[in-house]
């Protein structure tokens, strides 16, 4: 089974920076897909990007675009998702999830194994 861990997120002031990673391990095969999603209290969890792993495809959610790099290192099993000019908007629990797909979907409910989540807080 695949297993995940978040890390990198805490408290930033807007407009500031944050780098998440999500450590992974367990992969069976080299085509999972891997994403990032978040959830804010009384709101659906939405996605905020994907990489695909068939060929390092990004994807981004409109609301993030131009804002957030996300990246994957294969050789140690982990994601990064760094994030730019954070907005009042963005504090949620990010999460990272992965698909044993060569592609990446937007939908949660496709993913396999998700990781339990990391707490990003923006404010003055």
């Known amino acids: 089974q695949v297993q995940l861990v978040e890390s990198g997120g805490g408290l930033v002031q807007p407009g500031g920076s944050l780098r998440l990673s999500c450590a992974a391990s367990?992969?069976?095969?080299?085509?999972?897909?891997m994403a990032w999603f978040r959830q804010a209290p009384g709101k659906e969890r939405e996605g905020v990007s994907c990489?695909?792993?068939?060929?390092?495809?990004?994807y981004y959610a409109h609301s993030v675009k131009g804002r957030v790099h996300v990246s994957r290192d294969n050789a140690k099993n982990t994601m990064y998702l760094q994030m730019n000019s954070l907005k009042p908007e963005d504090p949620a629990v990010y999460y990272c999830?992965?698909?044993?797909?060569?592609?990446?979907?937007?939908?949660?409910?496709?993913?396999?194994?998700w990781g339990p989540g990391t707490q990003v807080t923006v404010s003055s």
């Open positions: 999830a992965t698909v044993g797909d060569p592609l990446c979907s937007a939908w949660p409910y496709e993913y396999e194994d």
């Open positions: 990489i695909a792993s068939s060929d390092g495809t990004t």
């Open positions: 367990g992969f069976t095969s080299p085509y999972y897909s």
